[in-house]
């Protein structure tokens, strides 16, 4: 597929345009890494990010109960923490409200991207797009007290109960994360490619599924990762909102750490971390594709 | 500006017989905005084109012809005014449901799939049986030469070739009409040259009628069998290149369209003659209804005028030469006016001197320009 045939040399001649601006950029940001300090400036920033997080993955392997002094390499923790019924127990629920809130925010938000960017501007678009990304602006525990005040009158008139109250708050707060991933993609699309679907006869239905759709896909994607891994790291609306036995990942590791650290929790932490870093790796890998 | 001026071929009746017409736009009118940013794109437009005719809306930047086109092709719906598609209202269907494809300036194709795909795209949207589509689109592959690129994705192709794609994409579902907007600006000079004869050529094999949108009158002279000329919403002028080149009706077209010297004159003879500012009298060309008396412009291309002694029966005008330009095909000869002014004569050869008097020879008739 790659190789290219002779003819095709004459033809690439058309474009020298879109060559010339990279270098000058390029230039630009040697430049700035030219200047004194920066590397220091640099890699303290990192170190300041990075060194606690080391620190906890290091004595996760630690042999022996101490989280400050080393002895042997070991991985009895992390035998001891898939040993252990609450842990195993808060992934599990963890794991389904994520994956539920996911699927949820996703949908949700890929219909207000749709809403927000395939229509001619209306009156109150920038209006719309703050109540739409509202939610990551509100301080999460007013979030987290509204939620539960108004799921208790909820379930006082109506009776129900369940996992679901958990699941439909992940999803709300969720969906501003998808959103934004997804509302990017859509404005960097040309919308002529869907002009020119529907002068070929696409219907609007077929239109959306042969065209927008596809080419939206990684913005979806995306977006899905990221609603799962905010869903996955929360601890404040969860630990308000949730019921008894609805106990997440992060809530279970919150309730241990007041009876004191232990390097079973570093184990713990470090497999969320794990698990946090690939989803965001791909929404970033996902992010570049194809631009 | 609701009044049209229009200079027919004289062999064809007025109104051309109604089979013939592909697209009839009547009192087409479409306002974009409100208040004070409101902007009138085409005000109070009606044209007629005709079956199997190269048609192209001429104008700069602005005056509307996209605005038209994307009307014909049903990304935007009128304000009021009816188009008529083989004697069929199109003017508010959406548009998926007209038998019009366009050939967008940007190309649009499709980037997650590939060329044979692509040029497939139209016939699978109508629901057409897979071996139709493939033969279907092996055939435009054939027409616009790009079989060995079938396989490829759009963005591994030159800017050329994405051209072709998009040409057999829109051509595949044979639509009535092809609408081409703009679609050679993107490619240089020598490919630019290269992909009008290759339109032309694909215009004459598919017998489709083509709506060639473009501001480069070089093009629109070289492909169209016939032009509408467009300015601030309005046609000014509809015609075979040659009667837009030779005999243009309005001020704004004679200028648009390569040089033309513009003088001053008076008619007499209820019409039939005008007398230029030297006293000599010649016959006179009068747009459709133009006044017959008063002073008017008139319009001369620098290749319709010679060069003679100033007092040869035949110079009309007499005055200095100021500069003498040579171009490689001719010169170019600037002569001051006596009468004041100055004017453009263009020859394949010329013994003129700068600073002698000369004569001016002008043709037996002379065009009279309506502003």
């Given at each position: 597929m790659a190789e290219r045939t002779p003819t095709q040399t004459p033809a690439t001649v058309a474009s020298p345009d879109p060559a010339a601006p990279p270098p000058r950029r390029r230039r630009r940001m040697k430049d700035l890494r030219k200047q004194p300090g920066f590397d220091t400036m640099a890699w303290f920033c990192l170190f300041c990010l990075y060194a606690p997080i080391a620190v906890l993955v290091v004595f996760s392997f630690n042999d022996n109960r101490s989280v400050v002094r080393w002895t042997e390499f070991s991985l009895r923790w992390y035998r001891a923490a898939f040993e252990n019924d609450g842990i195993r127990h808060a992934t599990w629920i963890s794991l389904q409200v994520a994956f539920v809130a996911m699927v949820f925010a996703t949908t949700f938000a890929t219909m207000a991207?749709?809403?927000?960017?395939?229509?001619?501007?209306?009156?109150?678009?920038?209006?719309?797009?703050?109540?739409?990304?509202?939610?990551?602006?509100?301080?999460?525990?007013?979030?987290?007290?509204?939620?539960?005040?108004?799921?208790?009158?909820?379930?006082?008139?109506?009776?129900?109960?369940?996992?679901?109250?958990?699941?439909?708050?992940?999803?709300?707060?969720?969906?501003?994360?998808?959103?934004?991933?997804?509302?990017?993609?859509?404005?960097?699309?040309?919308?002529?490619?869907?002009?020119?679907?529907?002068?070929?006869?696409?219907?609007?239905?077929?239109?959306?599924?042969?065209?927008?759709?596809?080419?939206?896909?990684?913005?979806?994607?995306?977006?899905?990762?990221?609603?799962?891994?905010?869903?996955?790291?929360?601890?404040?609306?969860?630990l308000l909102v949730g019921g008894p036995g609805e106990t997440t990942l992060p809530v279970y590791i919150f309730g241990q750490i007041r009876r004191g650290i232990t390097p079973e929790i570093n184990a713990v932490s470090t497999v969320l971390l794990g698990l946090s870093a690939l989803l965001v790796s791909i929404f970033f890998l996902i992010g570049n594709k194809r631009k | 500006?609701?009044?049209?001026?229009?200079?027919?071929?004289?062999?064809?009746?007025?109104?051309?017989?109604?089979?013939?017409?592909?697209?009839?736009?009547?009192?087409?009118?479409?306002?974009?905005?409100?208040?004070?940013?409101?902007?009138?794109?085409?005000?109070?437009?009606?044209?007629?084109?005709?079956?199997?005719?190269?048609?192209?809306?001429?104008?700069?930047?602005?005056?509307?012809?996209?605005?038209?086109?994307?009307?014909?092709?049903?990304?935007?719906?009128?304000?009021?005014?009816?188009?008529?598609?083989?004697?069929?209202?199109?003017?508010?269907?959406?548009?998926?449901?007209?038998?019009?494809?366009?050939?967008?300036?940007?190309?649009?194709?499709?980037?997650?799939?590939?060329v044979a795909r692509n040029i497939g795209f139209g016939l699978e949207m109508q629901g057409r049986p897979k071996a139709e589509i493939k033969t279907a689109t092996e055939e435009m592959l054939a027409l616009v030469?790009?079989?060995?690129?079938?396989?490829?994705?759009?963005?591994?192709?030159?800017?050329?070739?994405?051209?072709?794609?998009?040409?057999?994409?829109?051509?595949?579902?044979?639509?009535?009409?092809?609408?081409?907007?703009?679609?050679?600006?993107?490619?240089?000079?020598?490919?630019?040259?290269?992909?009008?004869?290759?339109?032309?050529?694909?215009?004459?094999?598919?017998?489709?009628?083509?709506?060639?949108?473009?501001?480069?009158?070089?093009?629109?002279?070289?492909?169209?069998?016939?032009?509408?000329?467009?300015?601030?919403?309005?046609?000014?002028?509809?015609?075979?290149?040659?009667?837009?080149?030779?005999?243009?009706?309005?001020?704004?077209?004679?200028?648009?369209?390569?040089?033309?010297?513009?003088?001053?004159?008076?008619?007499?003879?209820?019409?039939?003659?005008?007398?230029?500012?030297?006293?000599?009298?010649?016959?006179?060309?009068?747009?459709?209804?133009?006044?017959?008396?008063?002073?008017?412009?008139?319009?001369i291309r620098p290749e319709n005028m010679g060069l003679t002694a100033p007092d040869a029966a035949d110079a009309s005008l007499t005055g200095e030469v100021t500069n003498i330009v040579y171009f490689g095909a001719g010169h170019n000869v600037h002569v001051a006016l006596d009468g004041g002014g100055e004017v453009l004569v263009r020859r394949a050869q010329t013994d003129a001197q700068v600073g002698a008097k000369v004569g001016l020879a002008v043709p037996d008739a002379v065009q009279v320009l309506v502003d």
């Open positions: 991207a749709l809403a927000t960017t395939r229509v001619r501007a209306f009156k109150g678009q920038t209006l719309t797009y703050a109540v739409i990304n509202q939610p990551l602006m509100v301080p999460e525990i007013v979030t987290a007290v509204s939620t539960l005040a108004f799921f208790v009158l909820i379930k006082q008139v109506t009776g129900l109960n369940g996992i679901g109250f958990l699941m439909l708050a992940h999803t709300v707060f969720c969906i501003p994360f998808a959103y934004m991933p997804i509302r990017a993609r859509l404005e960097d699309m040309n919308l002529t490619l869907e002009q020119a679907a529907a002068d070929l006869y696409g219907t609007p239905f077929q239109v959306f599924r042969t065209v927008t759709l596809p080419l939206m896909a990684p913005g979806i994607v995306a977006g899905a990762m990221l609603a799962f891994v905010v869903s996955l790291d929360d601890v404040i609306i969860t | 500006m609701a009044t049209q001026t229009e200079i027919r071929d004289p062999g064809t009746p007025q109104a051309a017989a109604a089979q013939d017409v592909m697209i009839h736009a009547e009192g087409v009118i479409k306002t974009f905005g409100e208040g004070a940013g409101k902007i009138t794109a085409l005000d109070n437009v009606t044209v007629d084109i005709r079956k199997n005719e190269f048609f192209t809306l001429l104008g700069p930047s602005g005056c509307g012809k996209t605005t038209l086109l994307r009307l014909i092709a049903g990304f935007e719906l009128p304000d009021r005014g009816q188009i008529l598609l083989d004697g069929q209202e199109i003017g508010h269907l959406p548009p998926y449901k007209r038998p019009v494809n366009t050939v967008f300036q940007s190309y649009a194709l499709f980037p997650h799939m590939s030469q790009m079989e060995h690129l079938a396989n490829r994705q759009t963005d591994q192709l030159s800017g050329g070739q994405q051209q072709r794609v998009a040409l057999a994409r829109a051509l595949a579902p044979r639509p009535k009409v092809l609408l081409l907007d703009e679609p050679l600006s993107a490619l240089d000079l020598k490919l630019r040259k290269e992909m009008q004869i290759e339109l032309k050529r694909l215009q004459g094999e598919t017998g489709i009628t083509f709506v060639f949108v473009t501001h480069d009158q070089e093009e629109a002279l070289t492909m169209s069998d016939r032009i509408a000329v467009m300015q601030a919403g309005c046609i000014l002028q509809v015609g075979t290149p040659k009667e837009i080149y030779n005999n243009p009706a309005r001020r704004f077209v004679a200028d648009f369209i390569g040089d033309i010297n513009i003088l001053e004159g008076e008619l007499q003879q209820d019409g039939g003659a005008v007398l230029l500012p030297g006293g000599a009298s010649i016959g006179a060309l009068l747009p459709e209804g133009a006044a017959r008396s008063g002073k008017v412009s008139i319009a």
